[in-house]
């Protein structure tokens, strides 16, 4: 009986995770200020803005695999993304924003502590991909 419980509690913690809705305004708030560096689930990206930049940064966002537009747009200036681990199916959310000048970016876990860097390696990634090199800061 005790196995049964503990296979029912994990089935309802992995549909959990899957299908907690995710709430547009708390996922797509403005960045505020950034720099580059990474924290415990978290990593962040501040670029020079270019012509054409942010609708780069979204077209290579949106081809990314497990990966969707939740809200925002290009026109906007701010977009937020929902990628899902390829196993679990845990959500990380990246917003890209235009500010000024600049392009912030910023990539986080919904649940648990730690990212296990993917969250920095997506925004490297992406930045590489729009043929940007990232200052180090």
């Not at 547009?24 to 020079?48: L, Y």
């Not at 986080?108 to 200052?135: E, M, T, Y």
């Amino acid at each position: 009986m005790v196995w049964v419980i503990l296979i029912l509690a994990i089935v309802s913690a992995l549909a959990f995770v899957r299908l907690a809705p995710s709430d547009p305004a708390r996922w797509n708030a403005p960045i505020g200020s950034a720099e580059n560096t990474d924290g415990e689930g978290w990593s962040a990206r501040v670029v020079p803005a270019t012509p054409g930049l942010l609708s780069d940064l979204h077209q290579a966002m949106v081809a990314l695999p497990r990966t969707e537009l939740l809200t925002g747009s290009v026109g906007a200036g701010r977009l937020t993304y929902i990628t899902r681990s390829k196993w679990m199916g845990f959500p990380d959310y990246t917003t890209i924003e235009q500010d000024g000048e600049q392009i912030k970016l910023y990539a986080r876990l919904r649940f648990g502590k730690s990212d296990l860097g993917v969250n920095g390696k997506r925004l490297d990634g992406l930045l590489k991909s729009a043929g940007v090199k990232r200052a180090e800061g």
